[in-house]
């Protein structure tokens, strides 16, 4: 018994002894469970919306006033004309318009009905109608709060229309989240473990030493997976257009050169995984613990970013898969091109550049 208990003292030692181990022990569970905890939600929090208030009036300032101090809504901007509707769904920034309709205090005194337009974007269909649900509850008890006996008969209606959208489909939605989900599977993991598994049987080194040069190495070894994640792509935009009927709506081209810059973006971070990584296992428990649990929690693919929390929702910005996700969503759906995409686009060409560097850096330094 006493040389168990020495061989179990001696096991917890190399146990606490070892970072990695303790990290996975203690490290993750709890990294998971505030992840888990915090941004997985299904309600709306601090929505960015946009006002057009043709009337101007007493009522519809009580009525924004009341919309202002929900904690489900930030009003970005008001609208002058409805002609600039399309332009600010375009951008990206706000997620629905409220529409007052002229003369409306007027109206609600004379016809007894006033009448709010609530036209939210559809790109993400369980957000669309929670925004338009929301909406309409807040109306309704401002009006339940302002009932008197005479004015009982005045009504506000809300009638909501979703745009790019208009059927809820969930499948607009999860095309482009699949496809980000999937080339980040294929182009990042895929290209650690292969570089790592290099690394760990001794071949890397005599590939290093060959008269090919380093870059030369890497750009062999990560080339079949761009030509693969680019037949990956091609197959899941297929099947979305011919099978869901998800529309195409802005230029192929432009959809097709976001995705090769994505791909190569998830690339450079495999890369990067394989030089921090000595073995396939670490590489893959980074890729899978450290790009695919964020990449489907805090993309934004699944779980709407503006409800997480402040902290959640700054490190949601350098997850590369937000930005494209971003970007198919804003082709696909809406049409635009790349004045409306290009600050996307840009911090997606930064990340690439930088991990890019990055890894160049660390194996500069593997090599001396």
């Known amino acids: 018994m006493k040389r168990f208990t020495g061989f179990v003292k001696k096991e917890f030692y190399h146990i606490f ?23 997985i939600t ?22 924004i006033n009341k919309i202002k101090a929900s904690p489900y809504f930030n009003i970005e901007n008001q609208i002058e004309k ?38 939210t974007d559809a790109t993400e269909p369980n957000v669309a109608n929670t925004i338009a649900n929301y909406t309409s509850a807040i109306i309704q008890n401002y009006q339940a709060q302002k009932k008197q006996p005479n004015i009982n008969q005045m009504k506000v209606q809300v009638h909501s229309r979703m745009i790019y959208n208009p059927e809820l489909k969930s499948v607009f939605n999860f095309v482009p989240g699949v496809m980000t989900v999937i080339l980040m599977l294929v182009s990042a993991m895929m290209t650690s473990i292969s570089i790592t598994r290099e690394k760990e049987l001794g071949t890397m080194e005599i590939l290093l030493v060959s008269p090919l040069k380093p870059f ?11 030509f693969l994640s680019i037949i990956n ?13 998800m529309p195409i709506n802005g230029s192929i081209f432009l959809l097709a050169f976001e995705s090769i810059l994505f791909i190569i973006s998830a690339l450079s971070l495999g890369i990067l995984i394989s030089t921090i990584s000595n073995s396939q296992q670490t590489a893959m428990m980074l890729s899978l613990m450290g790009l695919m ?34 970007i198919v969503k804003a082709i696909m759906l809406k049409g635009v091109g790349i004045q409306y995409i290009w600050k996307e686009t840009l911090i997606l060409i930064g990340m690439t550049v930088f991990f890019i560097s990055v890894s160049i850096k660390k194996y500069k330094i593997r090599l001396e």
């Open 17 to 39: 002894r070892d970072k990695r181990s303790l990290f996975i022990l203690f490290g993750m569970p709890i990294a998971q469970i505030l992840l888990f905890g915090f941004a």
């Open 42 to 63: 299904n309600e709306i929090n601090n929505v960015d919306i946009a006002i057009l208030d043709q009337s101007n009036d007493v009522e519809t300032q009580k009525i």
């Open 82 to 119: 409805e002609r600039d509707i399309e332009s600010e769904f375009k951008k990206g920034k706000i997620k629905a318009v409220l529409i007052f309709e002229p003369n409306f205090s007027k109206n609600l005194e004379t016809k007894k009905v006033a009448v709010i337009q609530t036209i």
């Open 216 to 226: 030369q190495v890497i750009i062999g070894k990560v080339f079949p997976y761009i």
């Open 233 to 245: 792509a091609i197959v899941i935009l297929t099947l979305g257009y011919f099978v869901f009927k």
């Open 293 to 326: 649990l964020p990449v489907i929690i805090l993309s934004g693919f699944i779980f709407p970013i503006n409800s997480m929390p402040l902290p959640m929702q700054a490190i949601s910005n350098i997850i590369p898969a937000k930005w494209f996700i971003i």
